[in-house]
């Protein structure tokens, strides 16, 4: 129905225009070729006046009206530590661009209405060359560009400085693919293993993980479909790759923006600054947002309560292209960690003992021994003498002190020994094999002691719980690498009796 109306609204218009024209024509037959033409000059330097009117409020009316609907104004501000100087930058430009638009908008149908033909005779006026002018019209549009093209370099720099070294940080991995992101999480050790595209076999090794590599084991692969969730005020480095067609990874509330270019990596660091809750509450302010988000449902939730971030792939890379829409939900630290310790890693659910060793060289079997996380699940399962890893307990470097983060998983802890009264447990420290081995106990030690005072502290008997430290002595990884040493450097969580 709506395209029948269209074509019968331009049918309509088209015969309009043919009988306008034939009027005109019959006018200007009667009244005289030269009279007609005058007044048809008056009629479009007016009407192009008018038009110049309409069009500059109506511009700039709609602009205002609708500025809560458009991000970067209103309450569809930023959420990333980086985005207001990106926001900033853009207001520049737009406000002297704007300022050009307007006055070139006005002098264009000013003079168009002033010197149009009204019969009269009139002299053109005849500048060869004007110094004063040339170096007016050059001199200022350049000190304009030079000054936004600094600025535009500043924040460039800015941001996209990659993470410096020794900097606290979370990585992530964005795959996009037709029609959909594949995001690997790293496991405990903070770091995603690598992967090579001739591992890839569809439907077991998709990414073509190398899970010979201890980093990978742990990685957490967050399939089409999955929500992301992302610390509040963390740095997130997200490495960006594709697998088949340029896409681009974009989160429009964080102004991040990068292409995933296959076989070049790229990648974008940024820090959330707002959870998804806080930017709920901030749109639930705007009476834009205080409507149904179903108009023909009243009894829908309303638009600031449905509310999420998120991930969009904004090249045009196929007929699925809309599909690689996905959710991010942004939370405190605390939540973050709760959320993360639930998920399982890749490898154990789909590699380890699914897949024959050797059958591919990507897995020659278990090169390191996978040590089982501390969660709700695990501790139900686990049976006297199983070791579970504390893997969210971390200390100031060199120090005995927890880290403001650990509580999460000491408040865990806690609970746990609350639910099984007969449960007692030992906790204890190890460290990597770097610097002087009695040292290294004696930090252990003091470390496991400080996770035994905290839960003391809150109410458990100590006989309950007892600590040791075994320095360097008890590796569980190759201290030769990185990942090894990071792994070495763990809390251990021991069920003596349940
Ligand atoms: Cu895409």
Redesign the pocket.
């Known amino acids: 129905m709506t395209a029948f109306f269209v074509v019968a609204c331009i049918i309509l218009f088209l015969i309009i225009a043919v009988q306008v024209g034939k009027i005109t024509e019959v006018y200007a037959r009667i009244k005289g070729e030269k009279v007609a033409q005058t007044s048809s000059n008056n009629f479009n330097g007016i009407f192009g006046m008018v038009f110049l009117v309409a069009f500059l409020l109506l511009s700039i009316g709609s602009a205002w009206y609708y500025k809560n609907y458009m991000l970067g104004y209103g309450p569809l501000h930023h959420a990333s530590k980086h985005g207001k100087s990106i926001q900033t930058l853009f207001n520049t430009t737009l406000f002297f661009t704007g300022i050009v638009f307007v006055l070139t908008q006005i002098a264009l149908f000013w003079y168009a209405y002033k010197y149009r033909d009204t019969n009269t005779k009139r002299k053109v006026l005849y500048i060869p060359h004007d110094n004063r002018l040339e170096v007016i019209w050059t001199v200022i549009p350049s000190i304009v560009m030079c000054g936004l093209v600094v600025g535009g370099l500043w924040v460039w720099n800015d941001v996209m400085a990659d993470v410096k070294e020794g900097e606290d940080y979370l990585e992530i991995e964005a795959t996009?693919y037709?029609?959909a992101w594949a995001v690997r999480y790293p496991g405990a050790d903070n770091a995603i293993g690598t992967k090579y595209f001739r591992n890839i076999v569809p439907g077991v090794n998709d990414l073509g993980v190398d899970f010979n590599d201890p980093k990978s084991q742990d990685d957490i692969l967050m399939l089409a479909g999955e929500e992301l969730v992302l610390p509040k005020g963390k740095k997130v480095r997200v490495r960006i790759t594709s697998k088949d067609v340029i896409?681009?990874f974009y989160l429009p509330h964080f102004s991040v923006k990068m292409d995933a270019i296959p076989g070049l990596p790229t990648f974008f660091v940024f820090t959330p600054t707002m959870t998804t809750e806080e930017y709920r509450q901030e749109l639930k302010k705007y009476p834009e947002y205080n409507v149904p988000e179903d108009p023909t449902d009243p009894n829908s939730p309303k638009k600031w309560e449905s509310f999420n971030f998120e991930l969009a792939?904004s090249?045009l890379?196929g007929v699925g292209?809309f599909s690689?829409r996905r959710q991010i939900r942004v939370v405190e630290q605390d939540e973050y960690n709760k959320w993360a310790a639930g998920l399982k890693p890749y490898f154990i659910e789909n590699i380890k003992g699914k897949i024959e060793p050797g059958k591919y060289s990507w897995y020659k079997g278990d090169t390191t021994a996978i040590p089982k996380e501390f969660n709700s699940q695990a501790l139900e399962t686990a049976k006297e003498g199983d070791v579970l890893e504390l893997n969210h307990i971390n200390f100031a470097t060199g120090s005995a002190n927890l880290t403001p983060e650990s509580t999460t998983e000491l408040s865990l802890i806690i609970d746990a020994l609350n639910k099984y009264p007969t449960l007692n447990v030992e906790v204890s420290g190890h460290t990597d094999n770097v610097g002087e081995a009695a040292k290294n106990k004696t930090l252990s030690e003091a470390r496991a002691k400080a996770v035994e005072d905290f839960v003391e502290k809150h109410g458990i008997d100590t006989k309950r719980i007892s600590s040791v430290g075994f320095g360097d002595s008890k590796p569980i990884a190759d201290s030769g690498t990185d990942a090894g040493r990071q792994l070495n450097r763990r809390t251990e969580f021991k069920i003596l009796s349940k």
Do not use: A, D, R, S
């Open positions: 996009g037709q029609f896409h681009n792939c090249k890379c292209h690689m």
